[in-house]
């Protein structure tokens, strides 16, 4: 038999070599190199050539899809689970993926779908208190596998015809044959590469827990990326009720849907109305709060903006800025001092969007520096205003995309004035209260 070899694999980008080196040459993180024993593996000789084909040998699919049940959970996906589907849903601990990943399993289930729960981090025993908390009843379609050996579970998964598998987490299940411990980059591979075989080949549905850290570092999940079809985080504050869902990845449906949930006492509720959910506790007569409109998918969504400028007591003044790109949030103060006259070099800046969303469009550039005026100013804007636009280095304020479907979202929650780009103003097809901002400067001058 063939001595195991050692190699060093990065558990944070999956780069593979034989030597052992201070700084991974592929992602540049220093000591991420963990060293791993690979069994040499032979090939059995037997090999199926490849064959090809013109498009039109090709026959036309339509994807067959089962929805889970969950709506938001379904957007996402692009309309439900295809046949074989892998799914990686990653997350930071605590963050509710057992929880949604249990209420999937029981509306799948409860639709006639079987469903299996494989259990590998927690015991049957919490399970079923998880079952108890959230509401959800025994079911013939949905069981539960408590097992972390992946030859067991394969073993298992191979008599089962099943339309959903789930394995709960990656990182907590490793195949005895390989020497290196549960989670590591080799162990995970394996287990995602053997039940993606068993999904395809059974053409059930899989979805692949895995846990990323804040930094997005792991060993694992982002090594998964490739192997699988569609590759989904679920983010949020844990400490906040608010979660989103989104899609990194996608073969089949678009990345362009995010799907809204809130933690409740009783498991994760759907927010079928997000704009309404994030102003539900906006204080209309306070300065440094101003509204805007993100545009996520198919849907507009309406997010407050809250800015606090003031004085710096001790030294180097302080930023910070939850929700929105800080690198951003320091051109825009900078922009400000320059196109506005604003001294803000001995002020305390923290920008917060409501919430705990993450907004990773650059729409909210000019929402944001007017939050910055009212609170500098201690001026309130009109309650009945949204300000929209991208704020460019030399103060020029930049057309955003999908305008008219954000201003229809703003009008039907009774905002009726409307701060946005010029460039935008003529392709809008309304008649309604819209203040042209060309520049910074016509902001600044005209709330
Ligand atoms: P969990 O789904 O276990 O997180 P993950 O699998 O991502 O690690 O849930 C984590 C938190 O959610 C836990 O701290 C308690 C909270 N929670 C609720 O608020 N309501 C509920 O109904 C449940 C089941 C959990
Ligand atoms: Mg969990």
Redesign the pocket.
């Given at each position: 038999m063939k001595k195991p070899k050692t190699r060093y694999v990065c558990r944070n980008c999956g780069y593979t070599t034989s030597k052992w080196m201070g700084q991974c040459p592929d992602c540049q993180e220093w000591n991420s190199l963990l060293e791993e024993q690979v069994d040499v593996r032979r090939p059995s000789g037997n090999f199926k050539k490849a064959e090809s084909f013109t498009l039109d040998q090709i026959s036309n699919i339509e994807y067959e899809r089962s929805p889970v049940g969950v709506e938001e959970f379904d957007r996402v996906l692009g309309g439900g689970l295809v046949p074989g589907e892998i799914v990686l849903l990653s997350?930071?601990?605590?963050?509710?993926?057992?929880?949604?990943l249990l209420q999937i399993a029981s509306s799948f289930s409860a639709a006639g779908h079987k469903v299996i729960y494989i259990s590998a981090e927690e015991s049957l025993g919490q399970q079923r208190m998880?079952a108890q908390?959230?509401g959800i009843r025994s079911n013939e379609h949905l069981v539960f596998v408590s097992e972390t050996n992946l030859q067991s579970i394969i073993g298992y998964l191979h008599e089962q015809a099943a339309d959903l598998v789930i394995l709960?987490s990656v990182q907590a299940v490793y195949d005895p044959a390989l020497t290196s411990s549960p989670g590591t980059v080799s162990q995970v591979r394996e287990t995602a590469y053997r039940l993606t075989e068993f999904g395809k080949r059974k053409q059930a549905a899989v979805i692949l827990?895995g846990?990323v850290t804040k930094q997005g570092i792991s060993a694992g999940p982002k090594t998964l990326e490739h192997m699988v079809d569609c590759v989904l985080s679920?983010e949020g504050d844990?400490h906040h009720q608010f979660r989103m869902i989104r899609p990194v990845k996608n073969r089949f449906g678009s990345t362009q849907e995010i799907g809204l949930f809130e933690?409740?006492?009783?498991?994760?509720d759907q927010i079928s109305d997000p704009s309404g959910y994030l102003l539900s506790e906006r204080p209309e007569d306070a300065s440094g709060s101003v509204i805007s409109v993100i545009n996520e998918g198919t849907r507009a969504i309406l997010v407050e903006i809250q800015a606090l400028v003031i004085p710096t007591k001790y030294g180097i003044p302080k930023r910070l800025s939850i929700g929105y790109d800080l690198q951003r949030v320091f051109m825009l103060i900078s922009v400000l001092e320059k196109q506005g006259g604003f001294l803000l070099s001995n002020e305390d800046i923290f920008i917060n969007v409501i919430g705990g969303i993450k907004v990773r469009e650059t729409s909210l550039d000019l929402a944001i520096s007017a939050a910055m005026i009212s609170s500098f100013r201690n001026k309130r804007l009109n309650p009945g205003a949204v300000v929209l636009g991208e704020v460019g280095l030399t103060g020029e304020v930049r057309s955003i995309i999908r305008m008219e479907q954000r201003l229809i979202q703003a009008e039907k929650l009774g905002f009726s004035k409307f701060f946005i780009p010029g460039a935008n103003v003529d392709s809008l097809k309304g008649k309604r209260n819209v203040i042209k901002i060309k520049r910074v400067k016509d902001l600044i001058e005209g709330i």
């Open positions: 997350g930071e601990p605590g963050i509710g993926k057992s929880t949604l998880r908390r959230l709960d827990v846990h679920f844990r933690m409740k006492e009783g498991g994760l």
